[in-house]
């Protein structure tokens, strides 16, 4: 069982490129969200999904955009990094029963030159 | 506003020592709380939760955590810790009507000393 699987593990973009990182889950998770990681501050979350087509927003959505066209995947944009959007990022799902945890991908880390 | 404060960015310990990390919460209802565990490169692995019920909670790897709904607080605790447990410990909260979101304490990072 795969659980959250997340691609790149590692990226290094220059400002001002765009790209899109994949988050799949094979668990028919109905909510998935995404995160960011910075020192000392924890993780953020960025943008969610309570399900396909479905999508709204978390406290750092700026700058990054989602989609939600089927349950397992909930891919992350960048269309134009900044070298403020360097940070490690994860992926996690979860059902929408109560009493669930959320589970969580490797993360990607990501550099903006 | 809701919250997560965890009071200590870094603790060290030495092995066999007992280990308490804080972890107090500002929310409007009464919430979920988790406790994740990060190793060095890895992902978020679930330690343990609270919804509900007892308020001492056991989790994996030989850690618990107590839910005080006056402190607001749910501190971990593990009476005798391993080299193997250092790592980069979180505390997060949750709405009990599940939303697919958390907010995360700072993080407190574990040194073990032999």
């Known amino acids: 069982n795969a659980g959250v699987t997340q691609t790149p593990k590692f990226q290094v973009l220059k400002t001002g490129q765009s790209m899109t990182l994949q988050c799949a889950q094979d668990?028919?998770?109905?909510?998935m969200s995404w995160y960011r990681q910075d020192p000392g501050m924890g993780l953020r979350l960025i943008h969610y999904?309570?399900?396909?087509?479905?999508?709204d927003q978390g406290e750092v959505p700026n700058g990054y955009n989602v989609s939600r066209s089927t349950t397992e995947d909930f891919p992350l944009r960048l269309l134009s990094a900044a070298p403020s959007q360097t940070s490690v990022y994860f992926c996690?799902?979860?059902?929408?029963?109560?009493?669930?945890?959320?589970?969580f991908g490797d993360g990607t880390r990501l550099s903006i030159l | 506003a809701q919250s997560v404060t965890q009071p200590d960015i870094h603790i060290t310990v030495s092995e066999g020592a007992s280990l308490e990390l804080r972890c107090n919460y500002s929310?409007?209802?009464?919430?979920?709380l988790f406790w994740y565990v990060q190793s060095p490169g890895q992902g978020l692995q679930l330690l343990l939760k609270?919804?509900?019920?007892?308020?001492l909670v056991q989790g994996i790897k030989g850690f618990e955590a107590e839910f005080k709904r006056s402190q607001s607080s749910f501190n971990l605790r593990k009476p005798s810790v391993h080299w193997s447990d250092a790592a980069e410990y979180f505390c997060?909260?949750?709405?009990?009507?599940?939303?697919?979101?958390?907010?995360f304490g700072q993080g407190t990072t574990l040194q073990v000393k032999p």
């Open positions: 929310y409007g209802a009464t919430p979920y």
């Open positions: 996690a799902s979860s059902t929408r029963q109560d009493n669930q945890p959320q589970h």
């Open positions: 668990m028919n998770h109905e909510y």
């Open positions: 609270y919804f509900s019920g007892d308020t």
């Open positions: 999904s309570v399900g396909a087509g479905i999508t």
């Open positions: 997060a909260v949750g709405a009990r009507s599940n939303t697919g979101k958390l907010i």
